[in-house]
């Protein structure tokens, strides 16, 4: 073997073992949307398991109160939110924020007026689990729990792409419930009889 060979192997297994050779967010396109809870904070309280909003589209933002691109983006998303006929359509919106204490979150969200609902990711679990490799990090989530989309990093241009998505996500159709049929009533007569 080389030493060319044996340095790049070296070098590809020292990136593996940092980390740095996995593959970001855009990877999980078309993939079930890995399950993560979401706990709001703010007046209104609620834990939600992403995989309880089945049957909606779900906008996940994740971003922190540094991030300047995440100042940018948030004032969108909370117009998205805000929207009353997206929602009436079934779009649910959540701004995950990343490992940020709660008092620095919920002042920055006081402070800017905004409305949607703020979940914490003390852990990183969405980090990880969404292969999140810069903020903010924008998916969609499909009605069939799938992820329709995903923008990494914010450009204003981009904002009207990431309302087609949102738009393209709400018009398919609801998966059919997994829910079996009721068991039929033994004393009721058979159809056709």
Same mark, same amino acid.
């Given at each position: 073997?080389?030493?060319?060979? @044996?340095?790049?192997?070296?070098?590809?297994?020292?990136?593996?073992?940092?980390?740095?050779?996995?593959?970001?967010?855009?990877?999980?396109? &078309?993939?079930?949307?890995?399950?993560?809870?979401?706990?709001?904070?703010?007046?209104?309280?609620?834990?939600?398991?992403?995989?309880?909003?089945?049957?909606?589209?779900?906008?996940?933002?994740?971003?922190?109160?540094?991030?300047?691109?995440?100042?940018?983006?948030?004032?969108?998303?909370?117009?998205?939110?805000?929207?009353?006929?997206?929602?009436?359509?079934?779009?649910?919106?959540?701004?995950?924020?990343?490992?940020?204490?709660?008092?620095?979150?919920?002042?920055?969200?006081?402070?800017?007026?905004?409305?949607?609902?703020?979940?914490?990711?003390?852990? &990183?679990?969405?980090?990880?689990?969404?292969?999140?490799?810069?903020?903010?990090?924008?998916?969609?989530?499909?009605?069939?729990?799938? @992820?329709?989309?995903?923008?990494?990093?914010?450009?204003?241009?981009?904002?009207?792409?990431?309302?087609?998505?949102?738009?393209?996500?709400?018009?398919?159709?609801?998966?059919?419930?997994?829910?079996?049929?009721?068991?039929?009533?033994?004393?009721?007569?058979?159809?056709?009889?």
């Amino acid at each position: 073997m080389s030493k060319r060979v @044996i340095a790049l192997s070296s070098v590809i297994l020292a990136l593996s073992a940092l980390g740095l050779t996995q593959i970001d967010t855009n990877s999980l396109l &078309g993939k079930p949307a890995p399950d993560i809870k979401l706990s709001t904070i703010g007046k209104t309280k609620t834990t939600t398991k992403l995989s309880a909003l089945k049957g909606n589209v779900v906008l996940i933002d994740y971003w922190a109160t540094w991030c300047p691109p995440c100042r940018e983006s948030l004032p969108h998303i909370n117009e998205i939110a805000a929207d009353k006929d997206l929602a009436a359509k079934g779009l649910k919106v959540f701004a995950l924020n990343s490992k940020e204490k709660l008092p620095i979150v919920q002042k920055f969200i006081d402070d800017n007026n905004y409305t949607f609902p703020v979940a914490l990711d003390l852990t &990183g679990e969405f980090s990880k689990l969404y292969k999140v490799r810069g903020i903010p990090t924008t998916v969609i989530i499909g009605r069939d729990g799938t @992820i329709k989309s995903v923008f990494v990093g914010f450009d204003e241009s981009e904002v009207p792409k990431m309302k087609k998505a949102i738009a393209d996500a709400l018009a398919e159709e609801a998966p059919k419930s997994e829910v079996p049929p009721a068991p039929k009533d033994p004393s009721q007569p058979a159809p056709g009889k």
